[in-house]
């Protein structure tokens, strides 16, 4: 299996560290805002890399972080006038269940970095401790100068940087480009007590130690989009090579963006769809189908047309899968059969090729037509047998194919809102409208349970938050 790496900027042969086990860190959601296309391409590509290893018989940890603390998150909470961990679950929570309805595998773990945080106040002495890390005024940054190599995923030179870097320097910084470790505590923020006074982590430096606290150091693949080269994934290489004094990540995974509008999907621009939004909409396949139709690494052209083929591409498939005789063996015995050995091996000779998504696509639409001719040629057995390696490969791309029902995301998402609004009563000293909001859901059947970290619902036994 060939894999691009942008560290080297060419394929190479994957080789785990420690075959049959791979490590992955997928870069999650910062959750200031609704999770988007773009994110979910990127977590798609994540999902499919994971499913492709474990059908070529690796053992995979599969970590993706939630940076649920951060200055965007802050200043969310401030226009909304409720507090930033309301911000930080509400997304969280909306991600989770797109994710569900998308069929995403759900992570080894799901870090968060409010959880992490003693051991990033652990690596930020370990930096200070080595000359790396200094104060200024009441944070912490890295000194870039300090790490040679700084710039080689991300191609860029350090002397560039140091001489032409646009950014004002911050009162008490060496160099303009010098990134936070920890910020220091402003007066309505949220903070953690540190040696070096109450604050709370820089963005960077929460990936270097979650991925390497669930997967060690060095570990085989760092995924994320390709937005996040510079300067996220450049400063997690800085950080966790100078604090540890060995290699970060061996593989390195970017996806290419989702465009609207002709520019990135970027929840800073507002130029962008949440998928929730396109799940009310189109199947959760269609839009499998839609994203995996390009190479994991070319950027996309968001348009609703686009989405409308995949729906109709994925009609092809269902409406010859239900025409088509079933096997008359499980799936499992009928792949292994000499007459779907030719076609698992076009598959596997595509998805080998860096995770070449539409030529394992072509494949199937293939057996699509030649099981279509088939049928017309009252060849049952033949149709049965291409029915289950169609079954079996779409399973490896993560297809499912029992839809779940798209009006259950939309009661998920009425319900949130309504806790949402009771939770703004409540703030605003309005119980009467609060408990009448609460007593007519439980008539409905919908319990509402007020906990410290946020109003959980339940319906019918199926609790949610």
Same mark, same amino acid.
């Given at each position: 299996m060939q894999l691009y790496n942008t560290l080297t900027r060419k394929k190479e042969a994957f080789e785990p560290l420690n075959p049959p086990k791979v490590g992955i860190y997928m870069?999650?959601?910062?959750?200031?805002?609704?999770?988007?296309?773009?994110?979910?391409?990127?977590?798609?590509?994540?999902?499919?890399?994971?499913?492709y290893l474990e059908y070529k018989g690796y053992d995979v940890s599969y970590i993706q972080n939630f940076t649920d603390i951060d200055d965007k998150i802050i200043h969310r909470a401030r226009r909304e006038n409720v507090? *930033?961990?309301?911000?930080?679950?509400?997304?969280?929570?909306?991600y989770l269940r797109a994710a569900e309805a998308m069929n995403f595998k759900p992570a080894t773990f799901f870090p968060r970095a409010t959880l992490h945080i003693q051991e990033i106040i652990e690596t930020v002495q370990t930096l200070m401790d080595q000359g790396i890390a200094?104060?200024?005024?009441?944070?912490?940054?890295?000194?870039?100068?300090?790490?040679?190599?700084?710039?080689?995923?991300?191609?860029?030179?350090?002397?560039?940087?140091?001489?032409?870097?646009?950014?004002?320097?911050?009162?008490?910084?060496?160099?303009?480009?010098d990134f936070a470790l920890w910020k220091g505590w402003k007066e309505g923020e949220p903070y953690w007590h540190s040696p070096?006074?109450?604050?709370?982590?820089? *963005?960077?430096?929460?990936?270097?130690?979650?991925?390497?606290?669930?997967?060690g150091?060095?570990?085989?693949?760092?995924?994320?989009?390709?937005?996040?080269?510079?300067?996220?994934?450049?400063?997690?290489?800085?950080?966790?090579?100078?604090?540890?004094?060995?290699?970060?990540?061996?593989? *390195?995974?970017?996806?290419?963006?989702?465009?609207?509008?002709?520019?990135?999907?970027?929840?800073?621009?507002?130029?962008?769809?949440?998928? #929730?939004?396109?799940?009310?909409?189109?199947?959760?396949?269609?839009?499998?189908?839609?994203?995996?139709? #390009?190479?994991?690494?070319?950027?996309?052209?968001?348009?609703?047309?686009?989405?409308? @083929?995949?729906?109709?591409?994925?009609?092809?498939? #269902?409406?010859?899968?239900?025409?088509?005789?079933?096997?008359?063996?499980?799936?499992?015995?009928?792949?292994k059969s000499p007459e779907?050995?030719? *076609?698992?091996?076009?598959?596997?000779?595509?998805?080998?090729?860096?995770?070449?998504?539409?030529?394992?696509?072509?494949v199937i639409f293939e057996m699509v037509r030649q099981g279509n001719e088939a049928l017309q040629a009252q060849r049952g057995d033949d149709a049965a047998a291409l029915k289950a390696g169609m079954i079996f490969l779409m399973n490896v791309l993560g297809f499912r194919l029992e839809e779940k029902e798209r009006t259950d995301l939309w009661v998920? =998402?009425?319900?949130?809102?309504?806790?949402e609004v009771r939770q703004i009563l409540r703030q605003e000293k309005?119980?009467?409208?609060? =408990?009448?909001?609460?007593? @007519?859901?439980?008539?409905?059947?919908?319990?509402l349970e007020d906990t410290p970290s946020g109003t959980l619902w339940t319906i019918k036994g199926s609790p949610s938050s």
């Open positions: 870069c999650g959601m910062t959750v200031q805002d609704r999770p988007h296309l773009g994110h979910m391409r990127a977590f798609l590509a994540g999902d499919v890399l994971r499913r507090d *930033w961990r309301q911000i930080a679950e509400r997304n969280i929570t909306e200094y104060p200024a005024g009441d944070s912490i940054y890295f000194d870039i100068s300090k790490f040679p190599s700084y710039g080689k995923l991300s191609g860029k030179k350090l002397e560039d940087l140091l001489a032409g870097y646009r950014v004002e320097p911050a009162p008490g910084k060496r160099n303009p480009a070096f006074g109450k604050g709370r982590p820089g *963005w960077h430096i929460e990936c270097s130690v979650m991925s390497t606290h669930y997967l150091q060095p570990f085989d693949i760092h995924g994320g989009g390709s937005d996040l080269i510079f300067p996220h994934h450049e400063n997690e290489i800085a950080q966790a090579e100078a604090a540890h004094g060995k290699a970060f990540a061996r593989y *390195w995974f970017h996806v290419g963006f989702v465009k609207q509008a002709g520019e990135k999907m970027s929840k800073s621009t507002g130029l962008f769809t949440p998928i #929730t939004d396109l799940l009310q909409r189109y199947s959760s396949q269609a839009i499998r189908h839609y994203l995996l139709s #390009t190479h994991y690494r070319t950027p996309i052209d968001f348009e609703m047309e686009h989405l409308d @083929r995949s729906e109709r591409a994925m009609e092809r498939i #269902t409406n010859f899968l239900r025409k088509a005789p079933d096997p008359k063996n499980p799936v499992e015995e009928m792949v779907l050995q030719d *076609w698992l091996q076009k598959f596997e000779q595509a998805m080998d090729d860096d995770l070449n998504t539409p030529g394992g696509l072509a998920d =998402d009425l319900l949130g809102l309504i806790v309005r119980f009467d409208l609060a =408990d009448l909001i609460r007593d @007519r859901l439980k008539a409905l059947g919908v319990v």
